[in-house]
C-alpha cells in the first residue's frame, strides 16, 4: 500500500506526542555527541549578537543555548506540544527571556517574516521530516529569502547509508528499504515504525546538490555523531578518559568525506551569496 503524503504537519504532531524529544539529546554519551559538535562547529561560525531564527526547534535546546550566549532568537516549530514546553521552560529562565521568542510554525512558511531578516537560520529537524521534494526545496528556499545577504544557514540531514546499517544491527532490513531509501530517500509503503514513516533521508552528495542549485556558498560540511549510535553501547559505557579519546578522534575527522559517507548525521552550513 502506497503511503499517503497528506497533512504531513499532523503526521509529525502525532509522532511527537508519544516522542520525549527533550531527552534525545542528552540522554547518554553517544547521543551527546551530536549537540556537542553542533554547538562546537556553530559557535566557530556564528558571529557575536547575531539574530538567529531556528526551524524545527523541538523543545528548544539549541535555541536555549544560543540564547544564553546572547544572540536574539526565535525559536519554532510545528508540534504544539513543544511550544508548551519551551514556554514552560522559558518562565523558569528569566535570564534569557528577553533574547528569546517562541512560535508556532511551519518550516515550509516563513511568510510572517519579510526578506533578510536574520543573520542566521538554523534548520536542524525539518529536512529530514519534510518527505517531500517541493517540500525540501520550499523550505530551503524560505530559509534563504529570510536570511541577510551573507546570513547563515545551518541544515541538518540524517544520512541513508547510516539508516540501512542501523536498521541491519536491528535486523529489521529487508529489500524493499534498500530499494526505496536508496533510490527515493523514504520508505514508500505503509510501515509500523512511526519514525520511518515520517523520515526522509539523504546523501551528502545530494545534500550538497540540492544547496548548490540555491545562490548559497558553502562554509562547512560536518559528520555531527559519526557512527557513535552503531556503536553506543561501547561508547555509553567508556570511562571519562576514554570518551574524552573518542570525541579527539571524532573531532579531528568529522570533515573526512569518508567521515561524512557513514555519519549518522550531517551538518551542512552554507552563506547566503551576495547579489
Known amino acids: 500500500m502506497e503511503r499517503k503524503e497528506i497533512d504531513m504537519n499532523q503526521s509529525i504532531v502525532d509522532y511527537y506526542k508519544q516522542y520525549n524529544e527533550e531527552n534525545r539529546l542528552v540522554q547518554a554519551k553517544a547521543q551527546k555527541i551530536e549537540y556537542i559538535t553542533t554547538k562546537y562547529i556553530l559557535d566557530e561560525i556564528i558571529p557575536p549578537n547575531s539574530s538567529i531564527i531556528e526551524l524545527g526547534a523541538g523543545t528548544g535546546r539549541y535555541s536555549f543555548y544560543f540564547a544564553s550566549q546572547g544572540h536574539q532568537v526565535t525559536a519554532t516549530d510545528v508540534v504544539p506540544k513543544h511550544i508548551t ?49 517541493d517540500q525540501r526545496q520550499k523550505c530551503i528556499s524560505e530559509s534563504i529569502r529570510v536570511l541577510k545577504e551573507k546570513g547563515i544557514l545551518a541544515a541538518a540531514y540524517i544520512n541513508k547509508f547510516f539508516v540501512l546499517t542501523l536498521l541491519a544491527k536491528h535486523q529489521s532490513l529487508n529489500k524493499e528499504y534498500i530499494d526505496d531509501i536508496l533510490k527515493h530517500g523514504k520508505v514508500k509503503k505503509e510501515v509500523d515504525d512511526e519514525f520511518l514513516a515520517n523520515a526522509y533521508f539523504s546523501s551528502p552528495v545530494e545534500i550538497e546538490n540540492i544547496f548548490n542549485s540555491f545562490q548559497t556558498n558553502k562554509l562547512e560540511h560536518v559528520g555531527t555523531d559519526g557512527i557513535a549510535i552503531l556503536l553506543q553501547e561501547m561508547v555509553n559505557k567508556m570511562s571519562v578518559k576514554e570518551y574524552e579519546n573518542w570525541l579527539k578522534y571524532h573531532f579531528e575527522t568529522f570533515k573526512e568525506d569518508s567521515i561524512l559517507g557513514y555519519s549518522n548525521h550531517g551538518l551542512y552550513i552554507c552563506e547566503k551569496a551576495t547579489r
Do not use: C, W
Open 85 to 133: 514546553e519551551m514556554k514552560n521552560k522559558l518562565r523558569k529562565q528569566e535570564n534569557i527571556d528577553n533574547n528569546l521568542e517562541i512560535e508556532l510554525l511551519d518550516a515550509t512558511d516563513l511568510s510572517r517574516y519579510k526578506d533578510n531578516s536574520f543573520d542566521v537560520v538554523l534548520s536542524l529537524g525539518p529536512l529530514y521530516h519534510l518527505r517531500e521534494q
